[in-house]
């Protein structure tokens, strides 16, 4: 055959004509040799590893072969342990090199250990963990905890100091992780554990805050860093039930915004239940504040009877039944003028009905006295307002009150009557319900909680019902002669009691002022005091037969233990100034002292008056007859007699001034 003509360029390069093929030989057989190489390491560093394990306990040597190449790591017990263990690698047939990155056990504090989702399937281990629990068994104890998929990467390394029960409190961290999206991490700081993340649904917001109430016994949360998950649809509603109570119903952005919500909703139920049903969610359009819409949401609500007022699809709707009939426009007027940036006004779909029932409160505070609830006309109102302003001077008066039909029969009168008894509180309520009055607070004094149920009933109109709750002040005991005396000026400063012309009987307007002074002497007990009665002026009916119970109510302080009969109490002794007595007795003696006395005179008089001409006792004057009945509801109201006295006959105040209280030495 004859030979091929040959070209110089293929005589000078013929000879990579096979080099394709020998990289195609090396590529193929390098990893088949490789890994038996490999594998070869792998199985004769096998008894180094497992040489390692103390008992009890996993090996801490840790080994990962690449080719003919060893990379050690983990924490050897001491330094001769880690010097022994990369002598023994060294000597491995088939080894080219050894990368030690072997530690040292220490002592770590604080003990931290971290455990992060970096993926959906993979968390990975770093900090510190029980020198005493091995990587294995740890990922063997935390596995349970996760999905089946899930991987879990121990990087951490071990150290002394673990807190107890470490393997609970890490299961606890790990099941946390579950319901959170990729890049959260559970820290486990010595016994604080902390979480950080954000929930993967709103469903799942809910579960982990739940969770976090309750951490492992012996450990307690720290920084809790959880975003709540977004929503396509978020929604904010308040329902409003019969009989005042709400219900708060689908999204709130965060824990901070649902304290606040909560705080308005407490407040807008006046003293009725709050449902919080609410599910805390990102989603809210961008430009609008959760707190402004919450405070709209409610000023809504509060026009309602029941009915919902809800935000969605930034429009806010209303439904249900109005407050009252001129609500209808206020709330149609809010939605036109007064929604919160961002929001668009929706559908309104309310009907009026009557009120039922029919309301109407008056609350009083240090500084003011607010109306709210409804009344009948504007003549009612005039006359509620004719009725605070005397009793209240020094509070501000803010009326919050509507208008609307179906009150009942002599509201005015049943307000009125509670009005009085409020003025005597510190502080309280006033509540009308269709025909019930209910009155609650606490007193300023001591001597008159007790009868205000009795007294709120007796000037009740026809029909009504009333109840009482008053709590009376915790007692006092003040050793200051100055704070003493003080106190005693407070009681009288301002006030003139003043009986009606020839009568005893005590007026109403006289007790706060007597409970006062009672209060005051309670609480010093060197107080001793001393009362003048007042004359009448000139041309005034002549005085009465003196009494021991002339004129008082059913009044006396329940601390007295000196209760009247129901008749009595019903019905008080009204002096009759027309038919006065020649003979009439001097009432019971206001104190030991003076009871002494007239004794004495009485014993002497016997003595010296022959038996058949026993003279007539004299006849008290009007003056020493009020002082008297001062005295005695003073005592019933739990002054000592020894520290409390009438003047004598023969002295008395001027009408104008009224009766006399002053202390003596």
């Known amino acids: 055959m004859p030979a091929l003509p040959s070209s110089p360029l293929l005589r000078k390069f013929g000879w990579a004509v096979g080099l ?57 017990p001491d330094e001769a342990g880690r010097v022994a263990a990369l002598d023994r690698l060294k000597r491995l047939p088939g080894l080219r090199h050894v990368v030690g990155r072997i530690g040292i056990v220490e002592d770590a504090s604080p003990f931290v250990w971290t455990a992060t989702r970096t993926s959906p399937e993979r968390i990975e281990l770093t900090g510190n963990r029980p020198v005493e629990i091995g990587p294995r068994a740890l990922a063997a104890k935390l596995a349970p905890e996760l999905p089946y998929e899930t991987r879990i990467v121990d990087q951490a390394k071990a150290a002394r100091g673990a807190p107890p029960d470490f393997s609970t409190a890490s299961a606890f961290a790990l099941e946390q992780l579950k319901p959170l999206a990729p890049g959260a991490s559970a820290t486990i700081a010595d016994t604080t554990v902390s979480l950080s993340g954000e929930a993967s649904t709103v469903a799942d917001y809910e579960a982990v805050r739940q969770a976090l109430a309750h951490p492992p016994t012996g450990f307690t949360m720290g920084k809790i860093d959880i975003r709540p998950a977004a929503t396509p ?36 139920a006046d003293g009725a239940t709050v449902d919080d049903r609410m599910q805390t969610a990102r989603g809210l359009a961008d430009g609008i504040d959760p707190t402004t819409l919450g405070r709209f949401a409610f000023r809504l ?36 003028d007064g929604r919160p940036s961002g929001t668009r006004a929706g559908p309104v779909d309310l009907a009026a009905m009557p009120l039922s029932p029919y309301r109407f409160m008056v609350r009083r505070e240090s500084d003011a006295v607010t109306l709210t609830g409804h009344l009948p006309d504007g003549a009612t109102r005039d006359r509620i307002l004719a009725t605070l302003r005397p ?85 006092t005991t003040l050793d200051d002669p100055a704070a003493c005396r003080n106190s005693f000026d407070r009681a009288t400063n301002g006030s003139r009691l003043v009986f009606a012309p020839g009568g005893v009987t005590l007026r109403a307007e006289f007790y706060p002022t007597l409970d006062a002074v009672a209060s005051a002497a309670k609480a010093c007990p060197g107080l001793r005091i001393e009362v003048t009665g007042h004359s009448d002026p000139a041309g005034a009916a002549s005085a009465p037969k003196p009494a021991l119970d002339a004129g008082v109510e059913n009044t006396s302080s329940v601390d007295s233990g000196k209760s009247r009969d129901a008749d009595k109490a019903s019905k008080p002794v009204v002096a009759k100034a027309d038919k006065p007595n020649t003979k009439p007795a001097d009432p019971k003696p206001a104190s030991v002292k003076d009871g002494k006395d007239k004794a004495a005179k009485d014993k002497d008089a016997k003595a010296e008056a022959p038996k058949e001409a026993k003279p007539a006792e004299p006849e008290p004057d009007i003056a020493r007859q009020r002082a008297l009945v001062i005295v005695e509801y003073l005592l019933q109201a739990g002054i000592p007699a020894d520290r409390i006295v009438a003047a004598p006959a023969g ?11 002053a202390l003596r030495s």
């Open 651 to 661: 002295r008395a105040n001027a009408t104008g001034q009224g009766v006399g209280l």
């Open 391 to 475: 009793r209240f001077f020094r509070e501000r008066i803010v009326d919050k009150s509507r208008i609307a039909e179906g009150a009942p029969p002599n509201l005015a009168g049943a307000v009125e009557a509670g009005i009085t008894g409020l003025a005597m509180l510190a502080t309280g309520d006033l509540r009308l319900s269709d025909r019930r009055l209910a009155l609650t607070g606490d007193s300023l004094y001591r001597e008159s909680a007790g009868r205000f149920e009795a007294d709120l009933a007796r000037r009740m109109p026809a029909g009504w019902q009333a109840q009482a709750e008053v709590k009376p002040p915790p007692g």
């Open 20 to 76: 394709p093929g020998l990289a195609l030989i090396v590529g193929v057989a390098t990893p088949f040799l490789a890994s038996r190489a490999e594998r070869r390491l792998d199985e004769t560093a096998g008894p180094v590893v497992r040489a390692t394990a103390e008992t009890g306990l996993e090996p801490w040597l840790r080994l990962t072969v690449r080719g003919r190449d060893l990379i050690a790591t983990g924490e050897a």
């Open 301 to 336: 609500s509060s026009l309602l009877q029941d009915g919902s007022v809800t935000y969605a699809d930034s429009r806010l709707s209303v439904s249900g039944t109005a407050l009252d009939g001129q609500a209808i426009g206020e709330i149609d007027a809010l939605l036109r």
């Open 233 to 268: 649809d978020f929604r904010f509603a308040v329902t409003r039930e019969r009989g005042g109570s709400l219900v708060l119903s689908g999204n709130v952005v965060s824990e901070t915004a649902r304290e606040e919500i909560r705080a308005m909703a407490d407040d807008a």
